[in-house]
């Protein structure tokens, strides 16, 4: 995979897509992934926004989010600074 693809209900996202964002290898993602240390979310456009979905990543003060359309196509992407967030690493 290379991108992000629609699964069900939610997405999935290649590790290297995180891992380019915040400065990781693609293991060292699915790792902190796993252990709470990079964190995300995801929310559903709504009105004019509908067909489209935001998701976020957290790490260690540092997000990554993507706008994506129904079939994964990335619309947007940004990385900037952001609090930490509860499970990965920084205070709380």
């Known amino acids: 995979m290379s991108g992000i693809e629609r699964q069900g209900d939610g997405f999935v996202v290649d590790a290297t897509l995180l891992a380019e964002a ?8 699915r790792t902190r992934m796993r252990d709470g240390r990079i964190v995300s979310r ?3 456009g709504m009105d004019q926004d ?4 935001r998701l ?8 990554c989010r993507f706008t994506v359309d129904e079939a994964g196509t990335i ?5 900037f ?3 930490a967030r509860k499970g990965t690493g920084g205070p709380e």
Do not use: I, M, N
């Open 22 to 29: 915040f400065g990781l290898k693609a293991s060292e993602v």
């Open 42 to 44: 995801c929310e559903t």
């Open 50 to 53: 509908a067909g489209r979905w």
């Open 56 to 63: 976020s990543f957290y790490h260690e003060g540092r997000a």
């Open 75 to 79: 619309l947007k992407r940004s990385t």
């Open 81 to 83: 600074d952001a609090p």
